[in-house]
């Protein structure tokens, strides 16, 4: 039966519109095997707690209203208080709480540590993921997010969670197994991931959820996200063999998150960036373009398939044109003039690569569509491992992205693209293969070994070896309820 039309004071606050994320607190838990009903009778306590999306939106109004009336009054805008929560269980928490029905991913159902050599984490049969923290090789039973403008706000909103399941208490109904803080980067940074790049810029849009989009960015169907609306591929006979092809009726309006821990090693990435410039160029000039090259975009955000020669800050910060282009100028979809073929974004968003491969589909990229929520952890650079080129302090990205289907997600652009040589699928003139390499950030395998080509607009073909710069230490795979699942099927 069709489902009632979309409501989103049903659906969490992350999934569609994001958490605030000045600062956001990953609480990583376990549940108490002796005392799952009291956990379950408490959860009841913590749904008042949890932020729709709908509340979401309606702060993100009063922000701009509080912005307009500064601005009309001369005076910088205050920072209004607020705080989100959100919570989401892992299949091994599922199933601890009693909920045995079959959710219908079977990337979800085997969780992270199992898919960890498809996604190539380094490890073997026999030393199985040694980057990853002891908490995610043991396995985490759920995650309860908590994000605020402040420290002092999440603090607090953390204390009160605590207290409803007793932690730290001889009664406690769940204990702590990680706690990891992310805070976005300070001043000019703001925005910017640790290797100094504007993240966050291309999001889809959701039909019947956000009313307008900015030019180039793609509407997707609610379904890409939301499990049984109209788009999830789980309701199509086409896909069964990823799974059952029912999901129970609870999952309704509820997502899939993948959680990666993800540290970057941001000194070696700038030290090498200064040792291999792109010759012929002014050499910080030819530093900046490698890591715009590899990035597929400048650090101020610009893209490179518009801006293939220098950064253009207005053009970085501009949504009205900073998401518009397909790598389909002229020229674009066989030449790596402007963007290698192996560039981060293309790789993980490869456009009109794609989505011109098959032109009966109306849009054969929207199923790998994700919608990105992550944010930066550990401090800035210090002037000694600028110096030395080496990392000391531990930072990078606590990468969190929602979809429907988590093979057609996450997996996919992981797996089948970003470590995927081959990938976008690419012709030279004699109609031989071009094999484009490895995705600079993200791409990786199991042996460890990485390179790309076409680094170097002026000589396209030449291969350039990649020491990793990216590395995974665990995640998992959640779900993320409905609250009126939360209500009817996961609290007592
Ligand atoms: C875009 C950095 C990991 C998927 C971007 C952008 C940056 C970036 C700077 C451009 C900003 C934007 O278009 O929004 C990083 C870093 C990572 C990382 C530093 C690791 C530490 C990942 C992972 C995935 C991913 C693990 C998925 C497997 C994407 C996608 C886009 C993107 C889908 C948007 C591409 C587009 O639509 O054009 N990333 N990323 N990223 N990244 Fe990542």
Redesign the pocket.
């Known amino acids: 039966s069709t489902p009632a039309p979309l409501d989103l004071n049903n659906v969490q606050g992350d999934i569609l519109a994001g958490l605030p994320k000045k600062t956001q607190t990953y609480f990583f838990f376990l549940i108490d095997e002796s005392r799952v009903q009291a956990f379950r009778k408490q959860l009841a306590t913590l749904i008042p707690l949890i932020t729709t999306t709908a509340q979401v939106f309606s702060h993100h109004e009063k922000i701009s209203q509080n912005k307009k009336d500064a601005v009309g009054r001369g005076v910088s805008p205050s920072l209004l208080k607020i705080s989100g929560v959100n919570i989401v269980f892992s299949q091994k928490g599922l199933v601890k709480m009693g909920i045995n029905d079959n959710i219908g991913d079977d990337v979800f159902r085997k969780g992270m540590l199992a898919d960890a050599p498809t996604l190539g984490d380094p490890g073997t049969a026999t030393s199985d993921s040694p980057d990853w923290v002891p908490a995610f090789k043991q396995g985490v039973d759920g995650m309860i997010l908590v994000s605020g403008e402040s420290h002092q706000t999440v603090a607090e909103t953390l204390a009160e969670i605590e207290r409803i399941f007793f932690v730290g208490a001889h009664c406690a109904t769940i204990h702590e197994a990680l706690r990891i803080v992310g805070d976005v980067r300070p001043g000019k940074e703001k925005g910017h991931?640790?290797?100094g790049?504007?993240?966050?810029?291309?999001?889809p849009a959701v039909r019947g959820v956000n009313a307008t989009n900015n030019p180039g960015q793609e509407f997707v169907r609610q379904g890409i996200t939301l499990l049984g609306r109209e788009g999830d591929d789980k309701f199509n006979a086409a896909f069964v063999d990823q799974g059952p092809n029912t999901r129970p009726s609870w999952a309704l309006d509820g997502s899939f998150l993948a959680f990666?821990y993800?540290f970057?090693l941001v000194p070696e990435f700038q030290t090498f960036l200064k040792r291999n410039p792109i010759a012929g160029l002014a050499p910080d000039l030819g530093s900046e373009l490698l890591g715009a090259r590899f990035?597929?975009?400048w650090m101020s955000?610009a893209p490179v398939d518009i801006a293939p020669t220098h950064d253009d800050p207005a053009l970085g910060k501009d949504a009205s044109r900073n998401?518009n282009f397909r790598y389909a100028f002229p020229d674009d979809s066989k030449t790596q003039d402007r963007c290698p073929f192996a560039a981060?974004?293309r790789k993980?968003?490869p456009?009109a690569d794609i989505e011109d491969l098959n032109a009966t589909t109306a849009n054969a990229n929207e199923k790998h569509?994700?919608f990105?929520r992550g944010v930066q952890f550990g401090p800035e650079v210090t002037a000694a491992e600028a110096a030395s080129g080496k990392t000391v302090h531990g930072r990078?990205?606590l990468?969190a992205?929602y979809q429907s289907n988590i093979h057609f997600g996450?997996q996919f652009?992981?797996n089948n693209w970003?470590n995927t040589a081959n990938f976008p699928p690419k012709t030279g003139p004699t109609g031989a293969a071009v094999i484009s390499g490895l995705d600079p950030?993200?791409g990786q395998n199991t042996a460890g070994a990485r390179s790309m080509i076409g680094a170097n607009p002026q000589s396209q073909s030449t291969s350039l070896t990649l020491p990793t710069w990216?590395v995974p230490k665990g995640g998992e795979y959640f779900f993320s309820p409905s609250i009126p699942a939360l209500k009817a099927t996961f609290a007592l």
Do not use: P
């Open positions: 991931e640790h290797f790049f504007l993240d966050g810029i291309s999001q990666r993800l970057q990035v597929g975009r955000g998401n981060h974004t993980t968003n456009r569509r994700i990105r990078g990205l990468f992205a996450f652009l992981q970003s950030l993200i990216v």
